[in-house]
């Protein structure tokens, strides 16, 4: 195998996960000679705007995919929820890996609990998707947007004035943070994932035959079905970061797969939720977005995309 090098981020946590994720294929390949070239994107370089505001997700993605194009790196390793759910032709996912734990930690000052902060508490997120989850559910709260990193977040809530704040669990672990920092893990009922959460999207040519043999040795068949569906309802609604969406799928006993939708308004005041069962996640991830629209979720999405656009 030729020498591989490796698009990331320059984040602590991109090339943390990089460099685990190489780890997994030396393990099948010890012989594998890969280096890591870090590159700043546009999301990287805003930290001063609520990336709903500047144009979303494709934010972290497009400098990297463009070298894969121009050939100066063979594989992107990048956190799935960062990545549209329309893959520019050319490229494809070569491989989903090991998912992490998809759901959201919640971490207060002294441990408070969620439901026992008092009224005007202040949480720190920069997810419209988190804010409107808990509105909806503790109207009695106050959302205050925040960004920056792992460290940076986590010093802020300890000088700032947040109460709690909320980040993916996946980082924190992936990162090595102990469970002891984290107040409680939301689950689903209580904080329904963003897409993807969790789980990393290995991108590289479509026509790299030896590097997507390669890929395939660890590759997560359950895993990748489960995005799948959930990156299907994405598109099919049209989603984005101007949008509260979330969407978590599942894989069940019977080898059947759950998969649970989720449009809000930004305040947390109107919430469209279904739940299907299948073995399709592709015709799951259709089928949830058709009812969710026929209920009236997309006249959210076109209202805040509207004012996206204007």
Known sequence: MRKLVVGSRRSKLALTQSQQFIDKLKEVDPTLEIEIKEIVTKGDRIVNKQLSKVGGKGLFVKEIQQELFDKDIDMAIHSLKDVPSIIPEGLTLGCIPDREVPFDAYISKNHVPLHELPDGSIIGTSSLRRGAQILSKYPNLEIKWIRGNIDTRLHKLETEDYDAIILAAAGLRRMGWSDDIVTTYLDKDVLLPAIGQGALGIECRSDDTELLELLQKVHNQSV???????????????????????????????????????????????????????????????????????????????????????
Request: proline share 3%; with cysteine; aromatic share 6%.
């Open 224 to 310: 990748a079905d489960c995005v799948t569906a959930e990156r299907t309802f994405l598109s099919a609604m049209d989603g984005s970061c101007q949008v509260p969406i979330g969407g978590y799928a599942t894989n069940k006993e019977n080898g059947e797969i759950e998969f649970t939708g989720l449009i809000m308004t930004p305040d947390g005041s109107e919430r469209y939720e279904h739940t299907e069962v299948g073995s399709n996640p592709i015709d799951l991830g259709e089928k949830v977005s058709r009812v969710l629209k026929e209920q009236g979720a997309y006249d959210i999405i076109k209202k805040l995309n509207e004012e996206q656009s204007h």
